[in-house]
T-cell receptor
Framework: DTGVSQNPRHKITKRGQNVTFRCDPI?????LYWYRQTLGQGPEFLTY????????KSRLLSDRFSAERPKGSFSTLEIQRTEQGDSAMYLC?????????????FGSGTRLTVV | AQKITQTQPGMFVQEKEAVTLDCTYD???????LFWYKQPSSGEMIFLIY??????QNATEGRYSLNFQKARKSANLVISASQLGDSAMYFC?????????????????FGQGTILTVHP
C-alpha cells in the first residue's frame, strides 16, 4: 500500500469554474476525512465519511462544496463556482475506526489556486 | 467544543539539542486523544506521536516524547537530539473519543502550528 493518494497535486482555475479533487485512501481504512489548510494555519475540518456514509459536515462546507465516497473507497471533493477565497491546500486523510493510536494518515494534498 | 492553542509561532534550536514545543487544549470531552504532526515544506502531514487522556504514562516514540499534564491541559512535544531534518511546521491536534463529546468525536481539531528551525 502506498498510502493516501491525492490528485491532482496542483490546480489553477479561473474564478467561477468548477473543480473536482480525488482522494484514494489506504485500502483497509474505513474512515476518510477532508481538511482545508490556508497558508500558515492549521488544517480545518471539512467533512468525513465512514465507509460510504457522510457522517459530519463542517459549517465551512458551503453549498458550493460537495463530497462523495460512493463505494466506500475513493472520495471526490467538488467545488462549484470557485471563488478566490477557496484558494488553499485541500488535504485528505484516512484512518481505521478504532485504531486511534495510529493517528490519521494524510495525503500530500491538492493545492488550489483560484485566479 | 474543542480548542488547541500553540503559542509559539516559531522556535529555533541548535542541532543535537532538545526542544519543547508547547500545546494547550480545552475540551469538554470526558475522554480524548492528543496527536502531534510534522509538516515539512513538501506539505505532507506526518504523524509523530499519540497520547490518550486515560494513559497513565507519557507517550514516547524514538526521539519524540509527549509531556502530558492533564490538570494543566497541556501536551507539549519534546524532541531530543534535534536534527537538521526536524526543521518543519509542527501541529498539535486532538479528538474526542466518546460520543458524549458531541461533534468532536471522530475528527481532529488542529492548533495554529509552530515552525521549528534547526541550526547546524
Amino acid at each position: 500500500d502506498t498510502g493516501v493518494s491525492q490528485n491532482p497535486r496542483h490546480k489553477i482555475t479561473k474564478r467561477g469554474q468548477n473543480v473536482t479533487f480525488r482522494c484514494d485512501p489506504i485500502s483497509e481504512h474505513n474512515r476518510l476525512y477532508w481538511y482545508r489548510q490556508t497558508l500558515g494555519q492549521g488544517p480545518e475540518f471539512l467533512t468525513y465519511f465512514q465507509n460510504e456514509a457522510q457522517l459530519e459536515k463542517s459549517r465551512l462546507l458551503s453549498d458550493r462544496f460537495s463530497a462523495e465516497r460512493p463505494k466506500g473507497s475513493f472520495s471526490t471533493l467538488e467545488i462549484q463556482r470557485t471563488e478566490q477565497g477557496d484558494s488553499a491546500m485541500y488535504l485528505c486523510a484516512s484512518s481505521l475506526w478504532g485504531a486511534v493510536v495510529y493517528g490519521y494518515t494524510f495525503g500530500s494534498g491538492t493545492r488550489l489556486t483560484v485566479v | 467544543a474543542q480548542k488547541i492553542t500553540q503559542t509559539q509561532p516559531g522556535m529555533f534550536v541548535q542541532e543535537k539539542e532538545a526542544v519543547t514545543l508547547d500545546c494547550t487544549y480545552d475540551t469538554s470531552d470526558p475522554s480524548y486523544g492528543l496527536f502531534w504532526y510534522k509538516q515539512p515544506s513538501s506539505g505532507e502531514m506526518i504523524f509523530l506521536i499519540y497520547q490518550g487522556s486515560y494513559d497513565q504514562q507519557n507517550a514516547t516514540e524514538g526521539r519524540y516524547s509527549l509531556n502530558f499534564q492533564k490538570a494543566r491541559k497541556s501536551a507539549n512535544l519534546v524532541i531530543s537530539a534535534s536534527q537538521l531534518g526536524d526543521s518543519a511546521m509542527y501541529f498539535c491536534a486532538m479528538r474526542g473519543l466518546t460520543l458524549a463529546g458531541g461533534t468532536s468525536y471522530g475528527k481532529l481539531t488542529f492548533g495554529q502550528g509552530t515552525i521549528l528551525t534547526v541550526h547546524p
